[in-house]
Nanobody
């Protein structure tokens, strides 16, 4: 099956940069899209960025222009380059894969365990 493993989180000062990585293993042929979500205590998990199979990317407004999502299919890896980090970016970041289920015309979500990003002021 599909497994996702995140890395790259840590503690950084405001204005700094981090790059998150998500390595995908298992049966990857049916993945429709990959994305990064984040969550803080008391808040709903929100989509930060995703990349579709055709290469189109989406970003939440708060990170537009600062974050970049990309993929390296040869390495089965998705990245999130985070620049100009702000304290409000502090969260647990989760890698997500959406897999098409033909029988129901829906998508099934796979999740990584998350990686902590902390931005100090």
């Amino acid at each position: 099956q599909v497994q996702l493993v995140e890395s790259g989180g840590g503690l950084v000062q405001a204005g700094g940069s981090l790059r998150l990585s998500c390595v995908v293993s298992g049966s990857t042929g049916s993945i429709n899209s990959m994305g990064w979500y984040r969550q803080t205590p008391g808040k709903q998990r929100e989509l930060v960025a995703d990349i579709l199979s055709g290469g189109h990317t989406n970003y939440v407004d708060s990170v537009q222009g600062r974050f970049t999502i990309s993929s390296d299919n040869a390495k089965n890896t998705v990245y999130l380059q985070m620049n100009s980090l702000k304290p409000d970016d502090t969260a647990v970041y989760y890698c997500n894969a959406k897999v098409a289920i033909a029988t129901t015309l829906t998508l099934y979500d796979y999740w990584g365990q998350g990686t902590q990003v902390t931005v100090s002021s």
